[in-house]
């Protein structure tokens, strides 16, 4: 693995890692989430981090395995050009259900 792929590995990390953080100080809820619209814009940001360093992964690697790289990039695109069609239910299952397990797939490929 290159220098370039592990740093890209690295801003996922870090972009995961600072959503799970906005939950150290708001309650780890739907309803909080969907009410703070801070929150909501700062999960987004991280979200849009995420789906942008995996696209860059993918160019640099195309057999580089991360479960659903091409959907967490489609999310990415679906925030930034068609941000008026997002749902909080969607970005809720993201973060609830579908980061735990991206996390742990990027822990094992930067070891």
């Known amino acids: 693995m290159n ?6 590995l690295y801003d996922v990390k870090i972009a ?3 959503i799970d ?9 739907f309803k ?3 009410n703070n ?10 979200l849009e981090i995420i789906g ?13 395995q991360i479960e659903n790289a091409r959907r967490i990039v489609g999310l990415r695109n679906q925030i930034i050009h068609a941000y ?3 749902s909080d239910e969607n970005i809720w299952a ?8 991206l996390i742990s797939d990027i822990r094992k490929l930067i070891e």
Request: proline share 5%; charged share 35%.
């Open 84 to 86: 008026n069609n997002i």
């Open 32 to 34: 909080e989430y969907q």
């Open 94 to 101: 993201v973060i609830s259900k579908h980061l735990p397990g």
């Open 3 to 8: 220098e370039r792929v592990l740093k890209l």
């Open 52 to 64: 942008e360093a995996i696209n860059r992964i993918l160019k640099e690697d195309p057999d580089i």
């Open 21 to 29: 953080s906005f939950f150290e100080e708001y309650p780890k809820s």
């Open 16 to 18: 995961i890692e600072e």
């Open 37 to 46: 619209l801070v929150l909501k814009r700062a999960v987004e940001r991280n």
